[in-house]
């Protein structure tokens, strides 16, 4: 009776202390927080992340970049961002981006996919370190400004060739390109030559016995016979354009001999034929003849520029006081049967 008694106290008690609890269960204004439902994406937004799927990555962070402006949560943008900078192989901007999703951003799924991003950026990127000495100076790379220097950090480039420049405001620009490798390690300085005031150290003067070496003013100086061979290299073209009229010539007159041997019907085509090689053959003659005067006065204008000096071992003469100009005349006189040509030099 008394292990009855018992047991029928304590579900008494047990049986109050639950209508209490189901009680409070039931009252009004204790019901658990729905979870937190996503806001809805701006169209601008949607047709950001539909640029950003079809691969326009451009088009992508363009109007991402103005979606920030007016977007409700614009730091969750910078994750999508990122993605498009990536694609673009801006990968220092889209390592950025990265690391501000990952201290603003509230989504753990796109803070994974960022941190994968990063590794994966790292990974492949050439590591440079930009230096410009002097006063702050706006760093353009492949015509992308990428901030004024000093830089804190190293910057990070997709492999390939790349072109630096350094440009301050009122001073040209310091220029430099680099073939960067991934995932290495470069060391880049932008700065402008050194130029060196000191003079120049004096030459020591030698002395061999016997007469002593003439001033350095009254040496004579040679003249490089730049026009001679001009005028030379002209012949030689002449008399090989003279060959290939020959040429053209006797392949015409060959036909017209090859249907004189074979007995065949004389028509029009073989009368242009042999004007043609008529025309050809005094044209060769004409090139032949200008091109032997020009090879001649060529060599003859070489030979004395290499024999003459700028200093004359006499006194003055009257061209010394006032001297006549160099010239040269071709010449080219049609005659009866072709042409008469010629080379006039006067030095």
């Given amino acids: 009776m ?9 579900a008494v008690i047990t049986l109050v202390a639950a209508v209490p609890a189901a ?5 009004p204004g204790k019901k658990s927080a729905p979870p937190p439902v996503a806001a809805p994406l701006s169209p601008q937004v949607e047709r950001s992340l539909k640029l950003l799927d079809d691969g326009d990555y451009t088009g992508a962070l363009a109007n991402l970049t103005e979606a920030q402006k007016t977007d409700a949560a614009p730091d969750e943008l910078t994750f999508h961002i990122g993605r498009a900078q990536k694609g673009l192989l801006q990968y220092s901007d889209a390592v950025k981006s990265f ?5 603003k951003g509230k989504a753990a799924d796109k803070k994974a996919a960022a941190k994968q991003f990063i590794a994966e950026i790292k990974d492949v990127a050439a590591v440079v370190t930009v230096t410009i000495p002097g006063d702050p100076a706006e760093l353009f790379v ?7 220097s000093p830089f804190k950090a190293p910057l990070l480039f997709a492999p390939g060739k790349h072109t630096f420049s350094a440009r ?5 620009p310091l220029e430099k390109t680099e073939d960067l490798l991934g995932g290495a390690a470069v060391s880049l300085v932008l700065q402008a030559p050194v130029v060196s005031t000191a003079p120049e150290p004096l030459k020591p003067q030698v002395f061999v016995e016997g007469d002593p070496p003439p001033p350095e003013e009254e ?3 040679r003249k490089f016979p730049l026009l001679g061979i001009a005028v030379a290299a002209g012949g030689l073209a002449f008399i090989g354009g003279s060959v290939a009229l020959s040429v053209f010539a006797g392949s015409r007159s060959n036909e017209v001999s090859r249907l004189v041997a074979e007995g065949g019907t004389w028509d029009s085509y073989y009368d242009r034929r042999q004007a043609e090689g008529e025309r050809f053959e005094a044209w060769s003659a004409v090139a032949a003849v200008i091109g032997a005067a020009a090879l001649t ?18 006194g003055q003469t009257i061209d010394d006081i006032a001297p006549l100009p160099e010239q040269t005349r071709l010449f080219i006189s049609p005659t009866k049967d072709g042409a008469v040509a010629g080379l006039v030099r006067r030095w």
């Fill in 297 to 314: 006065t060529g060599a003859i204008m070489t030979l004395v520029s290499l024999l003459s000096s700028d200093t004359p071992s006499g």
């Fill in 99 to 103: 690391e501000t999703y990952l201290q």
């Fill in 23 to 27: 009680a409070a269960a039931k009252k």
């Fill in 2 to 10: 008394r292990a009855a008694g018992l047991l029928g106290v304590i």
């Fill in 142 to 148: 492949d015509g992308e400004r990428m901030g004024k």
């Fill in 219 to 221: 040496r004579p100086k």
């Fill in 168 to 172: 301050r405001e009122g001073q040209p």
